[in-house]
């Protein structure tokens, strides 16, 4: 399917009231490379997978390597020494549009709860998109699942994580490895402090490894998954 511009891939159907968990795969990979992920995480009955291919092809690069923003690669040796908290990508912005767009049409079609999330740079921008949702579109969303990810945007994000706020009560799965060469552990636990302060139910996994989804991160979604649609169901009366 092809929504707002992006080519998506889908994986089952969803169940009236079902899950639709969209899954946004980092920088460099090709647009098929968290589909697997749909056969390995154990989703709620009546899931549906969306996975949305990034709009940038890079060059130079093994093939089908793409990207939502571009990023310098004179910088990834260095990563660890920068904090990227205040840095605003060029192509954020435009990025955030095409993954709104398609939270949008989803919506549209009658979904049931939603799930964002993604890996690297999908996981920065699921929780960036998230923080800038509107209201009726943020009323959807019942949980993120940000893999690897670390904090941007800070000017933007730092109003919209008060508590009250978009996050507040919202499941989360957020996960990192403690030896991660490009983006540093210690970001993300600044993250993970930032989210529960926002007043989110965060499912923390931090694992001793590197850039990259182990199954102990699998297990950790698996139960965001279960916790949204269980957030989401209707209250039955006694």
Known sequence: MSAQGLTVRAVGK?????????????????GDDLVDLARYLEAPPGTRFLFPEAPLELSGLYGGARAWWMIDLEQLDRALQLDRAQEIPPGLAPARRLVTGLLERVIAEGAGPIVLGGFSQGAMLSLDTALHLDERAAAHLAGLVLMSGTPINGAAWAPRLGNPGPVTKLPILLSHGRADPLLAFSAAQRLRDQLRAAGAAVDWVEFDGGHEIPPTVLTGASRVLHAAAERSAPETSP
């Open 14 to 30: 969803t169940a009236p009231g079902g899950l639709t968990v969209i899954l946004l795969h980092g920088f460099g990979a090709p």
